[in-house]
């Protein structure tokens, strides 16, 4: 393919569906170490109502708006699910399903209501997301990456997602010891001074972050597998954190280039005339590398696990 | 005159012994449902000694040990290390959970886990240096375990786990090691080793509180005894404390009377 038809057309999709994956993949690989996995799930579902609400608030598809929306429904979920949690003292994972279901209901109800036929903004966009349509038209080739004006149209998305993407870095680089200590021990965390409610906190705000990032290209139901599957499949290739990051950081670009390439050509290639939602073939792909380590993977037995009988 | 500043003396010096106590609660009550689990229980660990915190299942032992050093949240109670408030002391406290607590499937190496105890040396992001791996690699030796640095701490077998656990407290260099049920389900090996290892800590005038379980050790193993159950039952000196009454106190019915009366002779 050449630049004139690569850069305008696939080069903006492709950087914000890695952008957007390895973002979700690098907390994810904590959420999954501490069995938190649900976590990103509901927080995926219940950025719905607040995108909804902040678009019938403004009247517009922005982007800052939107992303306060969003953020307000994922904080109020989480003190949500905390509050339910302790005072019901049920387990996370119950008050969790209670509250991302029924926020994520009435986002659909929300939406369904509100006259968005103007705007692009339906159900549909709002589970598989939009990634093929974040295109930047003021290409003409490579050379537009040295073209200051042509630079100024890139979506919006893209710088997002950067942003978002360096903000997990920093996170993750600057926490790295606590986040590991208080992820194997809690209690011992505790008593070195660590403040892991704290932690534990900012590290679910991270993923809400990221969940939000990624619903542009993604949508809300698809990035869940971005924060399991690459953190998932990467703990059955090693037995150390460190490595384990990597190696998600290498899926979840992986998922995410391969996921966009076969969802735009692998159709054609099969003969069929339409392309299929990348989103869609991202987190099936990223899937599939999970099923692979886990029937090939080095480290795929749960070492600690009692020998069976 | 004479006779009230004397008194007063008494109650200053009282209060100063009260307060450097290495680990002094104050009635703690803790619950986690209806039911207190810990209730208005009062505790001075005595600087230099081995106590053991005993009591029947579910008495409380080892929530009111999680609930002194701020793990779990109690409903009201005060505590003080070394005569200032917990956190302010937190550099020299150890603490070592249950074994069970943890999920030995993490993916970290055994000689990692030991550098976990260097955390507040390091800081979030001061550089690990040679001496900060061999420190690590000393502890490690101490508790018998030198050959295993590099192992994944899921091929461990339970012994192993603790005695890495109880190598990553000696690398906090603390002066008061807090241990949750540590000979709980190790080998005979791993449980001389540990003990042998809380006797030198004590020889060098460290304080060492340990939640135990096997009361047919409790002689040989510790010099003061705390016996709880939901409240406090005893304190003091094993010969004091630990006696055929204050345990039939403590374990009630749960103790059938010929482990009492096996006990009161080791017990004498």
Same mark, same amino acid.
């Given at each position: 393919?050449?630049?004139?038809?690569?850069?305008?057309?696939?080069?903006?999709?492709?950087?914000i569906?890695?952008?957007?994956?390895?973002?979700?993949?690098?907390?994810?690989?904590f959420?999954?170490?501490?069995?938190?996995?649900?976590i990103g799930?509901?927080?995926?579902?219940?950025?719905?109502p607040?995108?909804?609400?902040?678009?019938?608030?403004?009247?517009?598809?922005?982007?800052?708006?939107?992303?306060?929306?969003?953020?307000?429904a994922?904080?109020?979920?989480?003190?949500?699910?905390?509050?339910?949690?302790?005072l019901?003292?049920?387990e996370?994972?119950?008050?969790?399903?209670?509250?991302?279901?029924?926020?994520?209901?009435?986002?659909?109800?929300?939406?369904?209501?509100?006259?968005?036929?103007?705007v692009?903004?339906?159900?549909?966009?709002?589970?598989?997301?939009?990634?093929?349509?974040l295109?930047?038209l003021?290409?003409?080739?490579?050379?537009?990456?040295?073209?200051?004006q042509?630079?100024?149209?890139?979506?919006?998305?893209?710088?997002?997602?950067a942003?978002?993407?360096a903000?997990?870095?920093?996170?993750?680089w600057?926490?790295?010891?606590?986040?590991?200590?208080?992820?194997?021990?809690?209690?011992?965390?505790?008593?070195?001074?660590?403040?892991?409610?704290?932690?534990?906190?900012a590290?679910?705000v991270?993923?809400?972050?990221?969940?939000?990032?990624s619903?542009d290209?993604?949508g809300?139901i698809?990035?869940?597998?971005?924060?399991?599957?690459p953190?998932a499949?990467?703990?059955?290739?090693?037995?150390?954190?460190?490595?384990?990051?990597?190696w998600?950081?290498?899926?979840?670009?992986?998922?995410?280039?391969?996921?966009?390439?076969?969802?735009?050509?692998g159709?054609?290639?099969?003969?069929?005339?339409?392309a299929?939602?990348?989103?869609?073939?991202?987190?099936t792909v990223?899937?599939?590398?999970?099923?692979?380590a886990?029937?090939?993977?080095?480290?795929?037995?749960?070492?600690?696990a009692p020998?069976?009988? | 005159?004479m006779?009230?500043?004397a008194?007063?003396?008494?109650?200053?010096?009282?209060?100063?012994?009260l307060?450097?106590s290495?680990?002094a609660?104050?009635?703690?009550?803790?619950? #986690?449902?209806?039911?207190?689990?810990?209730?208005?229980?009062?505790?001075?660990?005595?600087?230099g000694?081995?106590?053991a915190?005993?009591?029947?299942?579910?008495?409380?032992?080892?929530?009111m040990?999680?609930?002194?050093? *701020?793990?779990?949240?109690?409903?009201?109670?005060?505590?003080?290390?070394?005569?200032?408030?917990?956190?302010?002391?937190?550099?020299?406290i150890?603490?070592?959970?249950?074994?069970?607590s943890?999920?030995?499937?993490?993916?970290?190496?055994?000689i990692?886990?030991?550098?976990?105890?260097?955390?507040?040396?390091?800081?979030?992001?001061?550089?690990?240096?040679?001496?900060?791996?061999?420190?690590?690699?000393?502890?490690?030796?101490r508790?018998g375990?030198?050959?295993?640095?590099?192992?994944?701490?899921?091929?461990?077998?339970g012994?192993?786990?603790?005695?890495?656990?109880?190598a990553?407290?000696?690398?906090?260099?603390?002066?008061?090691?807090?241990?949750?049920?540590?000979?709980?389900g190790?080998?005979?090996?791993?449980?001389?080793?540990?003990?042998?290892?809380?006797?030198?800590?004590?020889?060098?005038?460290?304080?060492v509180?340990v939640?135990?379980?096997?009361?047919?050790?409790?002689?040989?193993?510790?010099?003061?005894?705390?016996?709880?159950?939901t409240?406090?039952?005893?304190?003091?000196?094993?010969?004091?404390?630990?006696?055929?009454e204050?345990?039939?106190?403590? #374990? *009630?019915?749960?103790l059938?009377t010929?482990q009492?009366?096996?006990?009161?002779?080791?017990? *004498?």
């Open positions: 393919m050449s630049g004139e038809e690569f850069v305008p057309l696939s080069l903006t999709p492709l950087l569906g890695i952008f957007a994956a390895v973002a979700c993949a690098l907390p994810g690989n959420l999954v170490l501490r069995k938190q996995a649900l799930d509901a927080i995926s579902h219940v950025v719905l607040g995108i909804v609400v902040a678009f019938l608030l403004t009247g517009v598809i922005s982007a800052w708006p939107m992303m306060l929306g969003a953020a307000a994922a904080i109020v979920a989480v003190v949500m699910i905390e509050a339910i949690r302790r019901g003292r049920i996370p994972g119950a008050a969790m399903g209670v509250v991302f279901t029924t926020m994520f209901a009435g986002g659909v109800l929300l939406l369904e209501q509100t006259d968005t036929s103007t692009h903004l339906d159900v549909e966009h709002a589970l598989y997301g939009n990634l093929e349509s295109i930047w003021d290409a003409v080739g490579w050379s537009s990456l040295l073209d200051v042509a630079l100024a149209g890139l979506p919006v998305e893209l710088g997002r997602i942003a978002t993407l903000g997990a870095i920093a996170f993750i600057l926490f790295w010891r606590p986040l590991k200590i208080s992820t194997f021990d809690e209690g011992f965390a505790c008593t070195m001074g660590i403040r892991t409610n704290a932690l534990g906190l590290l679910v991270v993923a809400a972050i990221a969940a939000v990032a619903f290209a993604v809300s698809i990035v869940i597998a971005m924060f399991i599957c953190p499949a990467a703990r059955m290739m090693t037995n150390q954190l460190e490595r384990q990051i990597a998600s950081v290498g899926f979840a670009a992986i998922s995410a280039t391969l996921g966009y390439v076969l969802a735009g050509y159709p054609l290639w099969l003969g069929a005339a339409d299929v939602s990348a989103a869609g073939m991202i987190a990223s899937g599939i590398i999970l099923a692979l886990a029937m090939f993977g080095p480290c795929r037995k749960r070492a600690g020998a069976q009988a | 005159m006779l009230e500043l008194s007063n003396n008494g109650i200053a010096n009282t209060n100063e012994t307060t450097e290495p680990l609660i104050r009635g703690l009550t803790v619950s #986690y449902g209806q039911k207190p689990a810990v209730f208005s229980v009062d505790m001075t660990v005595q600087a000694a081995m106590t915190i005993i009591g029947p299942n579910g008495a409380g032992k080892s929530t040990l999680k609930a002194a050093l *701020g793990i779990v949240k109690p409903l009201s109670g005060q505590v003080t290390a070394f005569g200032k408030s917990l956190d302010d002391q937190r550099a020299r150890a603490y070592v959970p249950q074994r069970a943890v999920d030995w499937d993490f993916p970290t190496r055994v990692d886990v030991v550098l976990m105890g260097l955390y507040r040396e390091l800081g979030l992001l001061g550089r690990l240096r040679a001496r900060h791996k061999a420190k690590a690699m000393d502890c490690l030796n508790v375990m030198r050959d295993f640095a590099d192992r994944q701490i899921g091929q461990l077998s012994g192993q786990q603790q005695r890495v656990f109880l990553r407290s000696l690398a906090q260099d603390a002066d008061l090691y807090l241990l949750d049920e540590p000979f709980a190790v080998d005979a090996a791993t449980e001389k080793a540990i003990i042998a290892v809380l006797k030198s800590l004590k020889d060098a005038g460290k304080t509180v939640v135990h379980h096997d009361l047919a050790t409790v002689t040989d193993y510790f010099d003061h005894v705390f016996l709880i159950n409240r406090k039952v005893a304190e003091g000196s094993v010969g004091e404390a630990f006696t055929a204050t345990l039939q106190a403590a #374990y *009630g019915g749960r059938a010929a009492i009366d096996q006990l009161s002779r080791v017990v *004498g």
